[in-house]
């Protein structure tokens, strides 16, 4: 925590550029008062989802859910996606480069964004239904297992009893004698593929008895994130940091059940939902360092914020069962995959098993992160975004791993699947654009808010009019005036600064062309 005269000198800082700009601005009003305002900028709209970016055997599947869900295919095929990355979990990675170590799990993080009623949730569920069926044949499974361990264990007793008896009578001979009593069989676990409100203890034992890795769904993403950012909960998101990676290892600082619990490789898939309003206003305070630097936020690589369906109409059908039994046996593939049966490689130095890229899939990447790194080494990309962006290192070739394998695919990944993973980069980058440019676009919006009641307001006023009132959102001081700034900026509203022999108040009215 910064001292507390660190923290009031950085707001008299603050405050004298924000006077400056504002005397600049008064400087200027003379010819603002007759210039035509400009238009308030618009959010950007992002790429639609293209079908092609999918796999085969889930193409026809996504485009049949989201025709009966009536839904952006987005949500559906990010949720799908994601899903599978977390079954093969860290079993298998890619090594992105001809001869380096670098290796890349695919499990990864996404987040779908939608207005309440656009089939977020459900879109979510029916995505992850095939993960559902496998959980439902895991318990299946570990429910004979149970069956066979109490068997299993009533002759452990036995044996144990008359182990005791005969140790009992080799000691009353001989002190010294050498006694061996058997070990108790080890209860078997059950495979688990998805967890919803799992804390940090919850979530390390799953992962204790799942170690290639587990889902985490939530149904609102910016729940968890606000949690995380709290002092309190360091040691969870640093838990939550290490996942993503998927590949270190993770030890707790507290006691859990009586034992210290170490996990060799923390492997966390995330996927859920995000409000479009609260996803902004979390974003504005994290581009502006208040929540986090760590870049917790940027791990969200499969961030889709897909504009909403405009037309809507009533289909009632059965699903195509075709499409879906295809894409739930393209699950199944995938769950049922071992290194050896698709032709994973090992070295010396590391036990992880991975494929590399194929000849041209490496060229093809190659050629696509040299133009990202020149990007990211530039200074044009802002660092929110730049850190976004830079989590794409794992995400593409996550996902062509992912897109050669739950096709079937053996041996290194193929070329059609690289390049449909770097295809899924232009894609994914105009979604985040969208995400990060609704920091500027809440300006816009509360700037909106302003012009339209502006007439409730007297001819002159100050930022702390427009507070006191407390409109909808423009609550939020900081808010209401970077909505000032804004239309000042855009010709709307003339600054005036008026030194009242102390701190100067900076006065607003609308330009002549804004009052016509």
Known sequence: MKPAIDVYTSRLDEDAARDLAATMRNAESMQARDAEPRPLPDAPSPMAFDMALLPGSLRPWVDDMAERLQCPPDLLAVSAVVGAGSILGNRIGVRPQENSDWTECPNLWGMIVGRPGTMKSPAMNQALAPLRRLQVQARDVHAESMKSHAKAMESHELRAKAAKVSATRALTKNAAASIELPDAPDAPTLRRYIANDSNIASLGELLRQNPNGILVERDELVGLLRGLDQEDRAEERAFYLTGWNGRDGYTFDRIMRGLDLHIPKVTLSVIGGAQPGRIAEYLRHAVRGTAGDDGLMQRFSLLVWPDHRGDWKDVDRWPDSTARNRAFAAFDHLDKITPDNIGGQRDPFDASPYLRLSPGGLVAFREWRTKL??????????????????????????????????????????????????????????????????????????????????????????????????????????????????????????????????RPTVVYRLTTRART
Do not use: C
């Not at 070329?415 to 894609?427: F, G, K, M, N, V």
């Not at 994914?428 to 302003?450: G, M, P, Q, W």
């Open 373 to 502: 790194e020149r990007r990211l080494h530039g200074d044009e990309l802002h660092p929110a975004m730049a850190s976004h962006l830079s989590k794409y290192r794992k995400a593409i070739p996550a996902l062509a791993l992912i897109m050669h394998l739950i096709d079937g695919g053996t041996g290194p990944v193929s070329e059609d699947a690289t390049i449909q993973a770097l295809a899924w980069s232009e894609y994914l980058e105009s979604h985040a654009v969208r995400a990060y440019a609704s920091v500027t676009n809440s300006t816009a919006s509360a700037a909106r808010s302003i012009l339209k009641r502006i007439g409730e307001l007297p001819e002159q006023f100050t930022a702390r009019d427009v507070y006191r009132n407390q409109w909808s959102g423009l609550t939020d001081r900081e808010m209401v005036r970077d909505a000032l700034d804004m239309l000042g900026d855009y010709g709307h509203l003339i600054p005036d600064v008026h030194d009242t022999g102390g």
